[in-house]
């Protein structure tokens, strides 16, 4: 079956200090992988989706950047966080664009 | 205007009850509509997919799709305490702001 992962779970971290989230998928090949970002009572914003190795389309320009190092590794960073950049980011996978997708249990952010 | 859209809510309604989701899209060639329950600070859980038009049962939950309308909808029948969360409805990759539901016993 498959999985997903996600660290660190949490994360508490200074304005202007940077910033890698990793997700990982086991159980799959070359699955697309989608980064999104929810802030306190709200919906899922788009960040990046990827569908395969080095592949990133960037749905919202900001001072975030993904990568896909390997088929089921992706990773979003930022150089330098600011304040709005806090919320609860999670990472999915889905087999095609219109298949469902399946969430990792994300990641909650608080830029101070 | 947002390409998903949801009624805010919040939706109460009692045990044992019917609990109707409703979700537009602005997107008229959209091919894939899901609908996502979330727990408070978890992340979302699919429960229900839909491609064509008409209703797709499954349980106690069914969704219901009118392209003709742009217009996608979930029912939860005999609803519990348990159904409390807020229920996401995505289109293709985009989600709305979701509705919260709470189940009074």
């Known amino acids: 079956s498959q999985t997903i992962h996600q660290w660190p779970a949490t994360l508490v971290q200074p304005v202007g200090s940077p910033l890698s989230l990793e997700c990982t998928v086991e159980?799959?090949?070359?699955?697309?992988l989608y980064w999104y970002r929810q802030a306190a009572g709200r919906g899922l914003q788009l960040l990046f989706y990827?569908?395969?190795?080095?592949?990133i389309s960037s749905e919202v320009p900001q001072n975030l950047s993904a990568s896909r190092p390997q088929d089921r590794q992706f990773i979003l960073s930022s150089k330098k966080l600011l304040l709005s950049d806090s919320g609860f980011y999670l990472c999915?996978?889905?087999?095609?664009?219109?298949?469902?997708?399946?969430f990792g249990p994300g990641t909650r952010l608080t830029v101070l | 205007q947002k390409e998903v859209e949801q009624n805010s809510g919040p939706l109460s309604v009692p045990e044992g009850a019917i609990a109707s989701l409703n979700c537009t899209y602005s997107?008229?060639?959209?091919?894939?509509f899901f609908w996502y329950r979330q727990y408070s600070g978890k992340s979302p859980e699919l429960i229900m997919f839909?491609?064509?038009?008409g209703d797709k049962e499954d349980g106690r939950f069914t969704a219901q799709l009118n392209k003709a309308s742009q217009y996608v909808s979930l029912l939860i029948r005999d609803s519990q305490p348990s159904d409390s969360a807020t229920y996401l409805c995505?289109?293709?990759?985009?989600f709305g702001d979701g509705t919260t539901l709470t189940v009074k016993p």
């Open positions: 999915a996978w889905t087999l095609g664009p219109l298949n469902e997708q399946f």
């Open positions: 159980g799959t090949s070359n699955p697309n």
């Open positions: 990827s569908v395969g190795i080095g592949q």
């Open positions: 997107d008229r060639g959209s091919q894939s």
């Open positions: 839909i491609y064509s038009n």
């Open positions: 995505a289109v293709n990759v985009g």
